[in-house]
């Protein structure tokens, strides 16, 4: 690879170096097979995905997607066949280019390898291969600006989700690269940063990842005071900075990592990724296998940072380094055991008390570990829960020392300054410590931050050349989950003798949340192995209250815990993890299959993946299944369940629990109260049980019941069947060919699309039967039937029934009981049944059955045909050619307009005409039977029975024909005019 000449930078920084190291050798490249998402052919020799978690269980739901990544860098080649389809050209800043500006540029083009190489046939992949790119040519294009516009540059990383800085300042403490100095040069870049950090991702900030340095073991820069220390770059000591270290392919310190303790992570040198095209870059083709240094563990960390920001787009900057420390694993040497290899010191914990049963584990070499894509992941899904108000939980507070006359730093002598703070504020994140010093040689002296539990943070190590006069403000991360009370000291010692300085004074700025009795207890894979060296890990005592927090989200194994009890016990694939003495409220698992039971207390149980059991106890609770088949349990309280993905099983007692199954074919048993269920994709189960319930089947072949109260039914999507029960309730088919059963009560029941089935039951229904092809049954009671679109059969069956056919030829049957029952459009047929029916055909030719009982049957529009039935029948043709039989009865026809045919058949009927009959036929008129009339009562053309015979009968041989002189003619077949005298007329 290319250096880059520090005489050419314009800014002052004391040169900026890029933090990639050569790989050692030849790095053989091979194939891989296929993958999941794509063949990306060089996946099997990208070592560093195994050292960062299950990146493939990652993957299966993320991959960055909608996250937006700035590689600050010598530019990107956004048009990179492994990079085009992720690059957003639109997003460049106008101030700087983005490309390489000369065929060695390919450092940038590198690092937005590792990050987001898209998934494709092609090539590498990224960590974050969904995610979004944009180069920016900070280390060239910027430093030619004017300050403000380099600042600017700098200004602008507010436009991003992610930036990533794999380069950093010359490590020598000069001047210009302190931030604790506003007018130095650093002090300027932290000013913007800070504001950009502010701004960015609306307010909950700009995530800024940045590499250490790769300046440690090296004996060219030992000669000149430069051992390593990432200290001496000032933009690594920001609170807002991710700052990485690297490991090889075992997980060990890479001999070149810049350490310190503001580091906050480490990740592998990622060395296969893509190379600028052709032969330009470091390699000739399109991909290399030689990039390295902290510059190719910075975007691996950019790339979690990504997916964890696709998980939960409602972190904040603060909440990303949380999770990322918190989840972070164990690496290189052992816990309790000494440095080994390039290490510079050995793993700590510190004085915190709620991470894995403890302190948090620290390495100058790692920082809180590597970085672990899977836990942190998996964390970032459920952080909100445990920690909603981070932007607005910031606490700072700034105390100084600063004696009248200077402390003096004598030949292996040591100067000593104290912070008392008398009680907790915060629980801390950051500490800058800023210490004013004089020094005739600085190597010869070391600085340490002692904090009140005696914990010693080494934050200056004989680093330096020549001497010393000013104050530098060095950035503390180690220091995580401690409180701010208590004795602090800052000690600078000589080591050396023949030179000797001063201490003129000490500031420290902690920087955290405010204390809270609301604890978050986290614990890691890594628990089992700090226990064997801190025995004490295993007991946890809270007893200040609050609503608190087990995180397990970072577990793999089966975790069992019981929370009913003061006093609890913590298992984790049957091994005991913990004893715990105090109330716990909350609690959150990871992909294990969890068994967790709840307290009096409104408790929220995320199971996360696995099949878990949650039971939630008394209480307001909130379950959370996530993914798996989960089986839990609400109890007593008004609970909030949300099962998610899987084949879960629900089951809620006395309260009014409101219930989502999600995915997957889930059984839910409510109990008692007014609940909401919405069941979610899949073929689901639903006894709503006692109270007045809404359920919704959403999507799937469902099964619904509503048991007892007045309960809501909605089938959604598929094919649904749904019982109502007891009460009066309200059945939705929705989509699908559903059948409802709407049992006892005054129910309303709406079939919805394609063609489904109602059952009325008992009492008095209300059913409209939707499009399609219905089938529609009233039951026992009196009940309303719409047939709507489509061709449906409605049946009244018992009960006094009113049926509506719709559009469409249906067939409508009243049953027994006094039925009502309109045809609407379409070819129908309407059986009266049994009872005093009352018939409507409206539009259409329609069939009209009276069955049994006195009927009243009108054709409305269209060419209809009557069938009294028995019973005394009153028959209505209405508009259109219409044929009447009205069987036997004592029945009433009455045709209407139009060319009508008329059959009274059995006893003695009436026919009945009004004006513009039409040219009506009556097949069967008894002028013999004393009963049976012909009613010319409404016609007015006809003045009376002596006008009748005078002027408005003609013989036709074997039949008469009645005309009223308007066109309108009866015909009486097989009767004479002889046969006729005025008692077979009504006038």
Known sequence: MRGIDFADLTRARGGVNLCSGMAKGNFRVSRSAPMPQGTNPLFATQWHFSLIGDIKAVWADYSGDGVTVAVYDDGVQGQHVDLRDNYDQTLEIELVGSAPNDRYDGHGTAVAGIIAATDNDRGAIGVSFGATLVGVDYLNDAFTLSMTDYLGVLGAAQKFDIVNFSWGAYASFLTEADIGDADAQAGQERAALEEAVALGRDGLGTIITKAAGNFAHDANYQRVGIWGNSQADGISNMHESIVVAATDRGGNAMSYSSWGHNILVAAPAASVTTDLSGSAGYAFGDTTGTFGGTSAATPVVSGVAALMLEANANLHWRDVQNILSASAAQTGSSFGHAASGYEVDGWFSNGAENWNGGGMTYNQSYGYGMVDALAAVRMAEVWSYMSPDTANQTTSVTLSNTPAQALAISDF??????????????????????????????????????????????????????????????????????????????????????????????????????????????????????????????????????????????????VHLSMQSANATLKVSGNTWSEIDGRMEHFAGGDGNDTVAGNIADNHLIGARGNDVLLGGDGADTLDGGDGADSLAGDYGDDLIDAGAGDDTITSSRGHDTITAGDGNDAIYAGSGDDVIDAGRGADEVQAGKGNDWVSGDEGRDSLYG?????????????????????????????????????????????????????????????????????????????????????????????????????????????????????????????????????????????????????????????????????????????????????????????????????????????????????????????????????????????????????????????????????????????????????????
């Open 413 to 558: 002598g040591t100067a000593a300054l104290m912070i008392d703070v008398d009680s907790a504020s915060l629980r801390i994140e950051h500490v800058y410590v800023t210490v004013s010093f004089s020094h005739s040689w600085m190597a010869d002296i070391t600085i340490t931050l002692i904090a009140p539990d005696g914990t010693q943070v080494r934050i200056l190590d004989h680093d330096g050349q020549n001497g010393f006069d000013d104050d530098w403000t060095f950035g503390v991360t180690s220091l995580r989950g401690m409180t701010d009370a208590g004795v602090w000291r800052v000690e600078v010692a000589d080591t050396v003798a023949g030179d000797v300085g001063a201490l003129d004074g000490i500031t420290l700025e902690f920087e955290g949340a405010a204390i809270s009795d609301d604890d978050i207890y986290t614990f890691t894979n890594d628990f089992q192995t700090l226990l064997t060296r801190e025995g004490e890990r295993g007991e946890i005592t809270d007893s200040n209250g609050g609503d608190d927090w087990i995180n397990m989200a970072a577990v793999t194994g089966n």
């Open 707 to 987: 048991s007892y109260g007045d309960d809501t039914l909605d089938g959604g999507y598929s094919a649904d069947v749904l019982y109502g029960g007891s009460g009066n309730d309200l059945l939705i088919g929705g989509q699908g060919e559903d059948n409802l059963h709407g049992e006892s009560g005054d129910d309303t029941m709406l079939g919805g699309s394609e063609n489904d089935k109602l059952y009325g039951g008992q009492d008095n229904d209300l059913m409209y039967g939707g499009s399609q092809q219905d089938r529609v049954y009233g039951g026992a009671g009196d009940d309303t039937l719409y047939g709507d679109a489509g061709f449906d059969r409605l049946e009244g069956q018992t009960g006094n029934d009113l049926l509506y056919g719709g559009a469409q030829a249906d067939n409508l049957y009243g049953g027994s009981g006094h039925d009502t029952g309109y045809g609407g459009d379409g070819q129908d047929r309407l059986f009266g049944g049994s009872g005093d029916d009352v018939l409507y055909g409206e539009d259409g030719r329609d069939g009209m059955f009276g069955d049994r009982g006195n009927d009243y049957l009108n054709g409305g529009a269209g060419g209809d045909n009557f069938f009294a039935g028995s019973g005394n029948d009153y028959l209505v043709g209405g508009s259109g050619d219409d044929t009447l039989n009205a069987n036997s009865g004592f029945d009433t026809l009455e045709g209407g307009s139009g060319n009508d045919v008329l059959c009274g058949n059995f006893n003695a009927d009436v026919f009945v005409f009004a004006g513009g009959f039409g040219n009506d036929t009556i097949a069967d008129f008894d002028a013999f039977n004393p009963w049976e009339r012909i009613d010319l009562r409404q016609v007015t053309a006809i003045a009376d029975i002596e006008d009748l015979f005078a002027n408005h009968l003609t013989d036709l041989g074997h039949s008469t024909e009645i005309f009223d002189g308007l066109g309108n003619t009866i015909l009486l077949k097989g009767v004479q005019i002889s046969d006729l005298d005025s008692s077979d007329f009504l006038y």
